[in-house]
């Protein structure tokens, strides 16, 4: 089973930031969170990934709590193409597996 | 940069029939591998991943088998579809920390 836990579907309108939240209380001292997007007929794609300091690249920005329970995806200009499923997984690293549960169900409306 | 090529793309068979997908990745060596099936409406289940040639994790028991005959090719196979088997299946590569998809092939099996 899936160690995070997601709303099962948000809504954003375009050009304006998208907060994609995720719990995983139970996270060890030793797990990632990452964070994968899904759209419709692909296979999912990389966005970000982080242990406990905040991160930001060119798609996204995470926001992990101090107490690592919870964190945010942030999508600061969301386009219709980021209209997606996106997945918060926690998982060892380098040697872990990826367990995905069901994700949030973005969509970006104009 | 990494290329994964998964062929074929679409693919109908009926109950019973035997199954071969097969997954190369190019701009890589010696990677680990994974072949991960979404069902339809359902999130992605890992099935198999392969730390090198010949090595092979089960990681949910069914009628399915993988093979790792050479460094870039992961091979899934089955002797008789069920019709449970359908669905998108997607090789996957893990570069240092995240794991990077292939294009998938979309099985029905009926």
């Known amino acids: 089973d899936a160690k995070t836990t997601q709303p099962t579907s948000m809504d954003c309108a375009e050009g304006r930031a998208a907060n994609l939240p995720c719990n995983h209380s139970?996270?060890?001292?030793?797990?990632?969170v990452y964070w994968y997007r899904q759209i419709h007929s692909q296979g999912p794609q990389y966005i970000i990934h982080g242990l406990k300091n905040n991160e930001t690249n060119e798609m996204a920005s995470l926001i992990i709590t101090e107490d690592r329970k919870s964190s945010t995806l942030i999508l600061p200009h969301a386009t219709l193409r980021d209209t997606a499923v996106y997945y918060c997984?926690?998982?060892?690293?380098?040697?872990?597996?990826?367990?995905f549960g069901k994700g949030t169900k973005l969509s970006v409306k104009p | 940069s990494q290329t994964i090529h998964q062929w074929p793309a679409t693919l109908v068979q009926p109950v019973g029939s035997p199954l071969s997908l097969e997954c190369t990745v190019e701009?890589?060596?010696?990677?680990?591998l994974y072949w991960y099936r979404q069902a339809a409406g359902r999130g992605l289940q890992l099935l198999f991943y392969s730390v090198g040639i010949g090595q092979i994790s089960s990681e949910v028991p069914q009628n399915l088998s993988a093979s790792r005959p050479q460094d870039r090719q992961f091979i899934l196979s089955s002797k008789k579809l069920l019709l449970s088997d359908s669905g998108f299946y997607l090789c996957?590569?893990?570069?240092?920390?995240?794991?990077?998809f292939g294009p998938g092939t979309r099985l029905t099996v009926t």
């Open positions: 997984i926690v998982s060892g690293g380098s040697q872990g597996n990826l367990i």
């Open positions: 996957a590569l893990r570069l240092t920390y995240e794991q990077y």
């Open positions: 701009g890589t060596s010696n990677p680990n």
């Open positions: 139970t996270i060890s001292g030793n797990e990632y």
